[in-house]
C-alpha cells in the first residue's frame, strides 16, 4: 500500500538521532518548559525571523490561546474560511466569538476580494488560513485589515516553511499559529503546536496563559490553560527541525512531477494552482474531479490510499447550525468539498512510488 503520507519514515530514518536526544532529556531530569522547550522556541524564532516564539500543546490551542491573548471574546466576529479543518472555526468558537465565513478563492484560500463585505461593527480579526501548504493572499488582507483596524491571525498549521513574496508565513499577522501534528511537514510524535509573534506583550500573554494564567508559580493573574509543549516532544521537534528546508524542498519537486505529468489528464482531473510570490511547502497534495468516489476506488484497489479534505464544510456542519448558514452559500467551498482529493506527498515518497500512482490515474482516465 502506497500511504497517503508515509511519516513513519522520516521518523525511522532520524530514529538514533531521536532516542539520543530522548535519552539526553531524561538524563536531564527537566520535563516540562525546560531547556529543550526553549531551545526549540530560539530555533524556530530565528528560522522565521519572529522576535518571539511560544511552544504549547498543539495547534488549536495555539489559535485558542492566540485569540485569548488578542483580547477577543463573546460576541465578537472573526472572518475566515468555510474550507479548512475544524479547529480554525472551533478556536473562535472556543473563545466565545462568532466565526464569519467567507468563501475561497482559486487557490483555496481566504477569497480577501469578499472579506470586507463581510465586516461588520462587531469584527475585531481576520483568520486567513494558509491551506495544504498555499499561503493566503496576505497582501490584500493585510491592506483591508490595516485600513478597518482589525488584527490578522494566520492559521500555519499546515504551513510551515512556506513563504509569501519571501516572508516566512506566521510572521505576516499579529501573529501565526502552527501545528507539529505527525502528519505537517514539521512534525513530532504526537501533538505539539507554536505561536510566533514579534509583539512582546502578546508572547507574554501567551505565556501566561498556557500555564494556568500564571506567570509567578502559584501566582495566578488570568484563567488560563495548561497548554505546554512537553521536552520530549521539543526534542523530537529539533530534530525534524535540522531535515525541514531539505524535505520541503522535496516536497515541491515531488508536486512539480504530479503538475507535469498529470497536465494531460485535464479535464478528468484539474491541478492545484499557485502563483509567483508564493513558496507552497504542499503538506497535502489535492487535485480536483467531479469522479472523485470512483477515482479514490480505483486507486485503492491499485493499493494507493488517497484522502478526502474536507467533506463538509464549515459552514454546512451540524455544529454550525445555528450561524444559519444554507448549502448555496458559499460554492467554491462547497465544489471542492465535492471534488478534492488528496494524493499521496512526502518527503521520502519515491519515484517508484509517484510513478505507480501517475500510471494509475493514467489508466483510469482512459477508461472513463
Known sequence: MIELMPVARQFRLLKSEILAKISNTIEEGKYILGPQVKQLESRIAEWTGARHAVAVANGTDALVLTLDACGIGPGDEVITTPYTFFATSEAIS?????PVFVDIDRFWNLDA?????????????????????????????????????????????????????????????????????????????????????SDAALADRVRELRQHGSSKR??????????????LHAAVLLVMLEKI?????????????YEERLAPLRPFIELPVTEDGRLHAYNVYCVTSPHRDFLREELLARNIQTGIYY?????????????????????????????????????????????QIVSALRDVAERM
Open 245 to 257: 528546508d531539505e524535505w520541503n524542498e522535496k516536497r515541491r519537486k515531488t508536486a512539480q512531477i
Open 218 to 231: 502559584y501566582y495566578h493573574d488570568a484563567i488560563g490553560y495548561n497548554s505546554r509543549l512537553d521536552e
Open 94 to 98: 472556543r473563545v466565545g466569538a462568532i
Open 113 to 197: 476580494e469578499q472579506v470586507e463585505q463581510a465586516i461588520t461593527s462587531r469584527t475585531k480579526a481576520i483568520l486567513p488560513v494558509h491551506l495544504f501548504g498555499q499561503p493566503a493572499r496576505m497582501d490584500a488582507i493585510r491592506e483591508i485589515a490595516d485600513r478597518r483596524g482589525l488584527l490578522v491571525i494566520e492559521d500555519a498549521c499546515q504551513a510551515f516553511g512556506a513563504r509569501f513574496v519571501g516572508k516566512p508565513v506566521g510572521t505576516l499577522g499579529k501573529a501565526g499559529c502552527f501545528s507539529f501534528f505527525p502528519t505537517k511537514n514539521l512534525g513530532t510524535l504526537g501533538d505539539g503546536g507554536l505561536i510566533v509573534t
Open 311 to 355: 467533506p463538509r464544510p464549515l459552514h454546512l456542519q451540524r455544529a454550525y447550525h445555528s450561524l444559519g448558514y444554507k448549502p448555496g452559500d458559499f460554492p467554491v467551498a462547497e465544489r471542492l468539498s465535492a471534488e478534492a482529493l488528496a494524493l499521496p506527498i512526502g518527503p521520502l515518497l519515491t519515484e517508484q512510488e509517484q510513478n
